[in-house]
């Protein structure tokens, strides 16, 4: 890419100067839109890696919903396990379900900085600046206010992004006697842009990932996963004997894995791991293994226990000694 600023009236007698002395303003221009579609193209690697994951573990969280909903509909299976089955079955395709929000978010918001990047790659004068770098910014701006709320660190970076955009623009404007000043229509560009990005986002996530209602067979409901839960139903009068097996040396996660996303059951609520842990213990005849059910659900060990703690106080539950192994 060459900018061209080589008109001498342009840069006038301190320009000159600073040209004996090597300066050239072009090559700073050039550099810094460089280094704007860099860190475009940067944020944008990190939202595909993310992507990727995220699409790896819905098709795991499809797998395991699957499995769950088959065991629900073995014979000769007692109602409690039965049950514990199926409201497995429904957390895990309550995580599809944010999976398909969070990333409808990220494959739009990358969409949107590749096109940034092009638009970038198209200034060859300086009297492109204005035409590019104002339509960047608005669209920078739009993909902000989505992706800010669940990935602030992606917002920050298109917030400094952005001041270097509007750094650029002033050393262009100060250095440069003419710059086009007539109104400038962005906003329909840049919406239509918007607009293109989020339908393709839409339709890669509706391509690649399945309708949660469509898993458990329920149509014409989005959020079909509200369910009774036993202690509002008093079906658990007496409390679950429960053998706790605690891992006296849990096995280390690679930091890599242990980074939970947004749809994570780490951030789920306390009644939710609750819900989670009587289900695994009917499942497993009353065996419970702190450690497997943390790296299984990708939920802190520390919650597993708070759980147990609080199912406990309530009565729907009754420890037996740990057993370390």
Request: glycine content about 4%; charged content about 30%; overall charge neutral.
């Amino acid at each position: 890419m060459a900018v061209s600023l080589d008109n001498e009236g342009r840069r006038g007698i301190f320009g000159w100067i600073k040209g004996l002395f090597g300066y050239r303003p072009e090559t700073y221009w050039e550099d810094k839109i460089q280094s704007i579609v860099y860190k475009l193209k940067e944020q944008q690697h990190k939202l595909e890696e993310l992507s990727f994951r995220m699409e790896e573990r819905a098709k795991e969280l499809f797998e395991r919903t699957v499995e769950h909903l088959k065991k629900a509909s073995m014979k000769d299976l007692r109602e409690d396990e039965r049950r514990a089955h199926y409201s497995l079955a429904r957390t895990f395709a309550e995580e599809i379900y944010e999976i398909r929000r969070f990333l409808k978010a990220i494959k739009f918001t990358s969409i949107s900085l590749e096109k940034a990047a092009m638009r970038l790659q198209t200034v060859r004068d300086i009297k492109d600046f204005r035409e590019v770098l104002v339509p960047v910014s608005n669209l920078l701006n739009g993909v902000k206010d989505e992706i800010a709320g669940i990935f602030p660190s992606i917002g920050q970076a298109l917030d400094e992004i952005n001041r270097s955009i509007a750094e650029l623009v002033l050393h262009a404007s100060a250095g440069v006697q003419t710059i086009p000043s007539g109104p400038l229509k962005v906003d329909e560009d840049v919406n239509k842009i918007l607009s293109e990005a989020w339908a393709a986002a839409s339709e890669s996530v509706e391509k690649n990932i399945p309708e949660p209602s469509k898993i458990l067979g329920i149509e014409g409901q989005k959020e079909p996963f509200a369910t009774k839960s036993a202690e509002s139903t008093g079906a658990e009068a007496t409390p679950v004997d429960v053998n706790l097996v605690i891992e006296s040396k849990p096995a280390r996660v690679k930091a890599k894995e242990a980074v939970a996303l947004p749809s994570s059951l780490a951030y789920a609520s306390l009644s939710k791991v609750e819900e989670l842990v009587l289900a695994e213990i009917k499942i497993n005849k009353g065996v419970i293994n702190v450690e497997e059910l943390s790296r299984k659900y990708n939920v802190p060990r520390e919650k597993v226990l708070e759980a147990l703690q609080s199912l406990t106080r309530k009565g729907r539950i009754k420890v037996k000694a740990g057993n370390v192994k």
